[in-house]
């Protein structure tokens, strides 16, 4: 009987295993891309890439600065203010806003969610006195590029098919152990 609940559960698991949602290729191939949106003259306020942003913390320390990129984790309230994180190319920064700045948003990047595409500007700082000494961006403003959306992460084929397999073979051992155990126990 014990067996019998145990290769239940083996091919429960093996079954979930194979279910296990795979990461939409969509996301993989926009983190692997080059960061889009390099600084201009006209701006008041330059677009920066986030990875460049946070390579040439030095340079970029106390200037205005405009990133884009989807908002993701959550959202962690401060009273009257809000941390939000940017990503961009595969990487993050944090994001000090009002709250007020943030009621735009809609979506938060998750694993089931495309979280919204913001654009910010604001105050760069390599190592904010206010905030522990970290790296962040004081936003003047923040604004809604394109909204998020619910992901769909379709079902691995060959997952399924493998644990099928692996639950067939884990079914058939226990039947050929059961039968050589019997045959060992008889005097």
């Avoid at 993989?28 to 006209?42: D, V």
């Avoid at 701006?43 to 460049?52: G, I, K, L």
């Avoid at 809604?144 to 051992?173: C, D, K, Q, W, Y």
Wanted: aromatic share 4%; with cysteine; hydrophobic share 40%.
């Amino acid at each position: 009987m014990k067996s019998a609940v145990l290769f239940a559960s083996m091919t429960i698991l093996s079954v979930l295993t194979a279910l296990a949602p795979v990461p939409a290729e969509a996301q993989a191939r926009q983190e692997i891309q080059s960061p889009k949106g390099m600084p201009t003259k006209n701006d008041s306020s330059a677009r920066v890439p986030v990875v460049q942003l946070v390579e040439r913390a030095v340079q970029y320390d106390g200037t205005e600065v405009e990133i884009e990129g989807e908002i993701i984790g959550d959202l962690m309230s401060r009273g009257d203010h809000a941390w939000l994180s940017i990503l961009d190319g595969g990487t993050a920064v944090g994001v000090w806003a009002t709250a007020e700045d943030i009621t735009v948003v809609s979506f938060l990047g998750r694993y089931s969610t495309r979280g919204d595409r913001l654009r910010v500007r604001g105050v760069m700082h390599r190592a904010c006195p206010e905030h522990g000494g970290d790296l962040d961006i004081h936003a003047t403003s923040v604004e809604v590029v394109e909204r998020g959306r619910a992901e769909f992460h379709p079902v691995n084929a060959g997952r399924l098919t493998a644990a099928i397999m692996l639950s067939a073979t884990g079914g058939g051992l226990l039947v050929f152990w059961r039968r050589r155990e019997r045959k060992v126990k008889k005097p």
